[in-house]
């Protein structure tokens, strides 16, 4: 507690608002989990409309607006109502439309990439793909005032969008629906080594350079990295290149020779044909879908 200047008043710190446990699991989470929304759209569905069974390369949200959908993943079905939302893991297959007799409807859209030192994905966690949204009504302007947004800048509307999904996935936390990462805690050199690698993507790095930054030798940074993240230096900024380059493909229309070199990539076939082989898609096939 602590005693104010002016008079009779004291700050409230809220000490004993959540349990130790609680507050160890969101400040894990908040401080290692990074959300990428390549899309944000508010769509108006009318008779004929539905979404056929398919796979896409990047984690969907679904969050009805209005009208009532039926919703699908690989093995759950469910009956969507307003403020009520479909979470998707990337690569599962999932489809969506009209429930019976609804024939309008209005939904909100977010393609979503994650980036974590551990590759893991918070929508593969989840124990439910359908859930409703907790202050729904909070949640619906915001997600208004975001599409409104996109109109003057796609790239402060989709910021404004990732810090809307942390929340959403901190209350999913605090409910059980995504239980935490069994993970452990990144080491402090990884964190800097690793946001040292986000800042330069475009630059020719080698593992040397990044260990150096660490103070620490190559083979040591190497075994400590591998351990960390599951994959080793070269491997993960290879990936962190290619997820740069989805964010680019989804955020402008650069050419791909444009894309590659801002993504370190100094042969754009090369660049392509990583691309693929990560997400089963071309650049082009990925730029086309995700603005649709």
């Known amino acids: 507690m602590t005693q104010s200047l002016y008079g009779n008043e004291r700050k409230i710190l809220l000490e004993n608002y959540d349990s130790p446990e609680r507050f160890?699991?969101?400040?894990?989470?908040?401080?290692?989990?990074?959300?990428?929304?390549?899309?944000?759209?508010?769509w108006h569905q009318e008779i004929p409309w539905a979404v056929p069974e398919r796979k896409i390369s990047d984690n969907l949200i679904v969050i009805v607006k209005s009208g009532k959908l039926q919703a699908r993943t690989a093995d759950r079905s469910a009956?969507?109502?307003?403020?009520?939302?479909?979470?998707?893991?990337?690569?599962?297959?999932?489809?969506?439309g009209f429930h019976s007799g609804i024939c309008s409807a209005e939904t909100f859209i977010l393609h979503v990439l994650c980036e974590h030192p551990h590759n893991d994905n918070p929508f593969r966690r989840l124990t439910k793909a359908f859930f409703p949204l907790r202050y729904w009504e909070a949640k619906e302007e915001e997600l208004l005032r975001i599409i409104a947004l996109r109109n003057?800048?796609?790239?402060?509307?989709?910021?404004?969008?990732?810090?809307?999904?942390?929340?959403?996935?901190?209350?999913?936390?605090?409910?059980?629906?995504?239980?935490?990462?069994?993970?452990?805690?990144?080491?402090?050199?990884?964190?800097?080594?690793?946001?040292?690698?986000?800042?330069?993507?475009?630059?020719?790095?080698?593992?040397?350079?990044?260990?150096?930054?660490?103070?620490?030798?190559?083979?040591?940074?190497?075994?400590?990295?591998?351990?960390?993240?599951?994959?080793?230096?070269?491997?993960?900024l290879h990936r962190m290149r290619l997820l740069h380059a989805r964010r680019l493909l989804a955020w402008n229309s650069n050419s791909l020779a444009e894309t590659?070199?801002?993504?370190?990539?100094?042969?754009?076939?090369?660049?392509?044909?990583?691309?693929?082989?990560?997400?089963?898609?071309?650049?082009?096939?990925?730029?086309?879908?995700v603005r649709t």
């Open 152 to 236: 003057r800048s796609s790239n402060l509307a989709f910021s404004c969008a990732e810090q809307l999904v942390r929340r959403i996935f901190v209350e999913l936390t605090e409910s059980g629906i995504c239980p935490v990462s069994p993970a452990a805690a990144c080491d402090p050199r990884i964190e800097t080594a690793l946001k040292f690698m986000r800042q330069n993507l475009a630059v020719n790095l080698s593992v040397r350079d990044i260990a150096a930054t660490v103070s620490l030798k190559e083979v040591r940074f190497r075994r400590l990295f591998l351990q960390t993240c599951g994959l080793s230096p070269a491997a993960w």
């Open 24 to 42: 160890d699991q969101t400040v894990s989470f908040l401080s290692t989990q990074d959300f990428h929304v390549l899309n944000a759209a508010y």
């Open 260 to 289: 590659a070199k801002e993504c370190g990539f100094n042969s754009v076939t090369y660049f392509c044909s990583s691309f693929r082989r990560l997400f089963h898609l071309t650049p082009e096939q990925y730029r086309r879908g």
């Open 79 to 96: 009956v969507l109502s307003p403020g009520e939302c479909m979470m998707v893991p990337e690569f599962v297959p999932h489809s969506y």
